[in-house]
Each structure stands twice: as structure tokens, then as C-alpha cells.
């Protein structure tokens, strides 16, 4: 008898609104702590993140050995880091950007060589100088003139009244293509990409021949020189430059062209000493 009035008495209580009160009252807080607990342990647990080795300069390409791994606590990470040391190797450090040593990489902090805005000048060899062409859709044959590929360079102009095209020089490679912002043509944007300027360097020789060129045609369209303008015409080809390969030099195609331009302009020799205001004032 006294079993049943247990058994009695249990029913009542666990059917009574205070008990169950109580015992949600008592897995809410059960929640709650194991909840903070497991909360508490994600963000102290030590992460392994790639931090630099050492000081790195802007432009700066990262290798392996400019990255080692350290444990950081999770809540001690901000967002936009890379994880991976193959999301960083083979990147630059940005332009205006110094990564601390033992600092993470950040997103911003590191970009992809054509993201860099000097990157044409990684692809001037020792001993070759930077040069711009105009260009336009036409003249790039619509935009069938491409990084890394070559290009040939044809004038056309007027001597003793009649016309004069020919190929000036051959197997110049081309750097890049940029729109009249900046931009480089072949990136992904949904921006227009009309080609305004392609960039190629060229051994100095060559460089000067295509600098006369230009202040040729600048003092043509004074019309007090007597020179006709000479017009350059970048030409496609089907060669093409691949990582690895060597270089094709760029050559002088026609002396004759090449005679025909110096001869409209003075060519000062590199070792001649320009006098000094004391100098004269001393004869």
C-alpha cells in the first residue's frame, strides 16, 4: 500500500505545473553553460595560421620561405586572412603595403602581379626601356594584340613625294595592353576596355629610333619644318612568349628606314659635356 501511495505521489508531482517549471528552468541553464562552455573553447582554441618570417618590403613577390606557421587564438583573428600558404606563395605584397614580421596576410595586403599598377616595368630586361604606342580599336587590330605576344612595327611616311611603308623593326614583345584610365584591357571587369596605349621595352638603340620618330611628328604638325609625319603601325604576329621560354630580341628590319629617321634628326653623342654657366663666364 504504501508502494501505491509513492507511486501516487510521484505522478502528482511530476504532473504538477511547478516541477515541470522547475525542471525546464533547470535544462535551460544546462544549456546555457554548456552552450558559453563550448562558445568559450572555439575561440581560445589555437588556430595554425601562415604569418610572415620576416619583414616584407611592398612588391615584394612572397615565397615559401617568407611564411611560417604560428597557433593563434580564434578570437584574436579578424576576417579576410588567408588561411593556406597556396593562397599567398608566388603573390606580391601590394604597392603601398609593409607586412610586419609575424603579422597574418591579409586580403588587400597581397594582389596578383597585374593587380600591381607598375607591373609592366617587371618585364623590362636589363638594359631595355619602357615604351608606349597609341592605339586604338582599329589600330590593335581589335584587340588582337595581346600581352606576352609580339608584335612587328611598320612606318609609313612621305620621301621625295612618294609614299614609303616599311617594317622598322621585328619581334617586339608586348608587356601590356591599358585603357586610357589605367586599367588593364583583359581584365574581368564589366568595364569598358577600349585599348588606348600598348607597352613594350626596347634595347636603347631602338628605344631613341622610336623617340625621333615621335618629336619628328611633333615638329611636322608645327609645319615649320618641312618633315612629313611618320605614322607607326604596330602589326600582330603568331608568336607568342610563354613562362620559361626565352625572349626573342627585337631587331632593326630595314636599315633604310632606320637612316631615313636619323637623318631627320641630331643624334647627340652619350660622353659629350655640356658646358656649365662657369665655364662660359670663365672663357
Excluded at 584587340?143 to 620621301?159: E, H, Q, V
Excluded at 585603357?179 to 613594350?200: C, E, K, M
Aim: glycine share 6%; with cysteine.
Amino acid at each position: 500500500m504504501n508502494n501505491n501511495v509513492s507511486k501516487s505521489s510521484l505522478k502528482r508531482m511530476l504532473k504538477s505545473k511547478g516541477f515541470v517549471t522547475g525542471l525546464c528552468a533547470l535544462l535551460a541553464v544546462l544549456v546555457l553553460v554548456v552552450g558559453y562552455n563550448l562558445r568559450v573553447n572555439n575561440a581560445t582554441k589555437p588556430v595554425r595560421v601562415p604569418v610572415a618570417a620576416a619583414r616584407l618590403s611592398p612588391r615584394h613577390q612572397i615565397t615559401s620561405e617568407d611564411i611560417v606557421y604560428v597557433s593563434i587564438p580564434r578570437d584574436a583573428i579578424a576576417s579576410s586572412y588567408y588561411a593556406h600558404d597556396m593562397d599567398i606563395i608566388g603573390r606580391y605584397v601590394n604597392y603601398d603595403t609593409t607586412i610586419p614580421q609575424g603579422s597574418m596576410f591579409y586580403d588587400g595586403a597581397i594582389v596578383d602581379r597585374e593587380d600591381l599598377p607598375d607591373e609592366s616595368l617587371f618585364g623590362v630586361d636589363e638594359g631595355e626601356t619602357l615604351y608606349y604606342l597609341t592605339v586604338n580599336m582599329l589600330t590593335s587590330y581589335t584587340n588582337s594584340i595581346l600581352p606576352n605576344r609580339y608584335i612587328d612595327i611598320y612606318i609609313s611616311t612621305k620621301m621625295n613625294g612618294k609614299a614609303l611603308v616599311g617594317k622598322l623593326l621585328e619581334n617586339v614583345k608586348v608587356l601590356q595592353v591599358k585603357t586610357a584610365d589605367g586599367r588593364n584591357v583583359f581584365d574581368d571587369s564589366q568595364q569598358s576596355n577600349s585599348p588606348y596605349v600598348i607597352l613594350f621595352s626596347l634595347p636603347e638603340e631602338q628605344h631613341l629610333l622610336m623617340r625621333k620618330i615621335s618629336a619628328i611628328n611633333a615638329y611636322s604638325i608645327s609645319g615649320t619644318s618641312g618633315f612629313s609625319r611618320i605614322d607607326v603601325i604596330p602589326v600582330p604576329t603568331t608568336a607568342y612568349f610563354k613562362e620559361g621560354d626565352k625572349k626573342v630580341p627585337s631587331t632593326i628590319a630595314s636599315e633604310f628606314l632606320q637612316e631615313h629617321i636619323l637623318n631627320l634628326a641630331e643624334t647627340i653623342p652619350e660622353d659629350i659635356k655640356v658646358p656649365t654657366g662657369n665655364e662660359i663666364i670663365g672663357q
